[in-house]
């Protein structure tokens, strides 16, 4: 894969031109962080295992006929994605009632919501990515309040397709975060990444075992969060990975 001028880089990815000027390639770096980047570190290879979820987790979403950007993955961190214009939004479906939530609500560790609950959220680290409405989409002029109301519906048909997916596999999906961007002709699309830095992922079956970046949220040490994503890897990808 031949690698176009670096467009941007954040905390976890690098964004490159690809050959065409409808399409970008994603590398996935080893950097993981927390509480808005104020907790950071380098985990060798776990820019190639999120890479790969990512691929799998998008690949399921295709065949499912839910726009997304993905093209194809690249071995170790690759991913061709189609070129969107993101929107500054992060939008989080909760299936069980888990972490900052229950600070700000009065509702039991461990509730179910069915159908999912859905809340967006202003990507802003100064104002620590504060929750918005279809009306603050509006008036920050992101999209429509049709527009706001279409992206919680995707939002949903996401994760009820991977919560499927992932049952197959003893795992419980909690809650997950997406984003969306504008494609060429203006769809709003699913892009971004997919894998246990943005999702809650619990075993069905060990109460406490859980295969997500709240190893690491929670202070376990750096082999231990790695041998976290090593495990989920092999769990969806059924092979080992080839780790350098």
């Given at each position: 894969?031949?690698?176009?001028?670096?467009?941007?880089?954040?905390?976890?990815?690098?964004?490159?031109?690809?050959?065409?000027?409808?399409?970008?390639?994603?590398?996935?770096?080893?950097?993981?962080?927390?509480?808005?980047?104020?907790?950071?570190?380098?985990?060798?290879?776990?820019?190639?295992?999120?890479?790969?979820?990512?691929?799998?987790?998008?690949?399921?979403?295709?065949?499912?006929?839910?726009?997304?950007?993905?093209?194809?993955?690249?071995?170790?961190?690759?991913?061709?994605?189609?070129?969107?214009?993101?929107?500054?939004?992060?939008?989080?479906?909760?299936?069980?009632?888990?972490?900052?939530?229950?600070?700000?609500?009065?509702?039991?560790?461990?509730?179910?919501?069915?159908?999912?609950?859905?809340?967006?959220?202003?990507?802003?680290?100064?104002?620590?990515?504060?929750?918005?409405?279809?009306?603050?989409?509006?008036?920050?002029?992101?999209?429509?309040?049709?527009?706001?109301?279409?992206?919680?519906?995707?939002?949903?048909?996401?994760?009820?397709?991977?919560?499927?997916?992932?049952?197959?596999?003893g795992i419980v999906l909690a809650d997950l975060k997406i984003e969306?961007?504008?494609?060429?002709?203006?769809?709003?699309?699913?892009?971004?990444?997919?894998?246990?830095?943005?999702?809650?992922?619990?075993?069905?079956?060990?109460?406490?075992?859980?295969?997500?970046?709240?190893?690491?949220?929670?202070?376990?040490?750096?082999?231990?969060v790695k041998d976290t994503y090593i495990e989920l890897y092999k769990?969806?990808?059924?092979?080992?990975?080839?780790?350098?």
């Amino acid at each position: 894969m031949k690698l176009g001028k670096k467009i941007s880089e954040g905390k976890t990815k690098i964004v490159y031109e690809s050959d065409n000027p409808n399409e970008v390639i994603l590398e996935f770096k080893d950097d993981i962080t927390a509480g808005d980047g104020l907790k950071h570190d380098i985990i060798k290879d776990k820019g190639y295992l999120n890479a790969a979820i990512s691929a799998e987790f998008f690949r399921i979403l295709n065949k499912k006929g839910i726009p997304t950007h993905f093209i194809e993955f690249t071995p170790p961190r690759f991913m061709k994605v189609k070129s969107l214009v993101m929107l500054p939004v992060e939008v989080v479906c909760r299936r069980i009632a888990a972490g900052h939530l229950l600070k700000r609500l009065p509702i039991k560790a461990g509730t179910n919501f069915k159908p999912g609950l859905v809340e967006l959220y202003y990507k802003d680290d100064e104002h620590h990515d504060p929750m918005i409405n279809e009306d603050h989409i509006r008036i920050l002029n992101l999209g429509t309040v049709d527009e706001a109301r279409e992206i919680k519906e995707i939002t949903v048909k996401v994760s009820d397709a991977l919560a499927e997916y992932l049952t197959s596999y003893g795992i419980v999906l909690a809650d997950l975060k997406i984003e969306f961007g504008r494609d060429k002709n203006n769809n709003l699309v699913v892009g971004d990444e997919i894998n246990g830095d943005s999702c809650r992922l619990w075993d069905e079956k060990i109460e406490g075992k859980i295969y997500d970046k709240d190893v690491y949220r929670k202070g376990a040490p750096l082999n231990k969060v790695k041998d976290t994503y090593i495990e989920l890897y092999k769990m969806l990808l059924k092979k080992d990975p080839k780790l350098g």
